[in-house]
């Protein structure tokens, strides 16, 4: 220490490697090795880490599968049809209750209610009996007087050659029928409107108008049948007693124009 400056100090001798043991730590070979191995355990450990951390959330990460539904089974073979069901058994009857027996009527048809609400029957109330035709005259058989006043062959003609007396009665469905003209008043033929045939009753009108005022006041005793040319078809005029200005409403005179 008195001031002289000491030699160095020399490093020791470095210790032989021997073949197959342990490098030092500084060596670049040795460096490298513990480098990858120390990332691959880093990877191991993140590795680890994440497959715990999956398995924990994987429950509620993942939502859950709806459920598959049930399958359905489909029979192909036939089913057989049910048994229609039995008629009920017929109730037991009281001892001494009253049997009735029920009697089927015939159905109504409703066209032939129509048919007789729509048709009205036909009015005949103007069509002689057998009686009023018995007691009745023709003419020619001492009926409508006789002589020069002969007023019921008079009538009778001027009705034969009318030609609209033709058609009233055809219109009136009077052709071949006894039909009560006059009896003390013009009678209603069937379903015409007015009293008696007007064709009918205008003829006979203008005959006893313009007849000899004698002639159509004579008395007449009982009714007088009138008759078209088919001899089928009459006309009843008169009552009793009565005369053919009787048929104008007049009682003797000439007939007021």
């Known amino acids: 220490m008195s001031g002289k400056t000491s030699p160095p ?8 490697t021997l073949p197959g043991g342990p490098r030092r730590f500084g060596d670049s070979q040795l460096t490298r090795a ?12 993140v590795g680890a880490h994440v497959a715990v951390f999956t398995a924990l959330f994987w429950h509620y990460a993942v939502p859950p599968r ?25 109730e037991m ?32 109330s103007d069509l002689l009996s057998a009686a009023q035709l018995a007691g009745a005259t023709a003419i020619g058989e001492g009926g409508g007087g006789g002589g020069a006043c002969d007023m019921g062959r008079a009538v009778q003609n001027a009705l034969r050659r009318d030609p609209l007396v033709r058609a009233a009665v055809e219109n009136a469905n009077r052709i071949g029928k006894a039909v009560m003209l006059w009896n003390g008043d013009w009678v209603q033929t ?7 045939l007007s064709a009918v009753r205008e003829a006979i009108s203008w005959e006893v108008a313009f007849a000899p005022e004698a002639c159509r006041n004579m008395r007449q ?23 053919w200005s009787d048929l104008l409403g007049l009682h003797g005179g000439a007939p007021s124009h």
């Not at 709806?66 to 017929?90: F, G, R």
């Not at 005793?221 to 005369?243: E, K, M, N, Q, Y």
């Open 9 to 16: 100090r020399r490093k020791p001798p470095g210790r032989p």
């Open 34 to 45: 513990q480098r990858r191995n120390r990332w691959l355990a880093g990877v191991a450990t």
């Open 66 to 90: 709806p459920p598959e539904p049930a399958p359905i089974m489909l029979s192909l073979l036939d089913t057989p049809k049910p048994a229609p069901p039995a008629p009920p058994e017929p």
């Open 93 to 124: 009857e009281q001892p001494g209750s009253p049997q009735i027996a029920l009697v089927p009527l015939p159905p109504i048809k409703s066209t032939s209610l129509r048919t007789v609400a729509r048709t009205p029957a036909p009015n005949t």
């Open 190 to 196: 069937g379903d015409e409107e007015g009293k008696g």
């Open 221 to 243: 005793h009982g009714p007088v049948l009138l008759s078209l040319a088919d001899g089928t078809t009459r006309f009843s005029v008169g009552t009793s007693d009565w005369r």
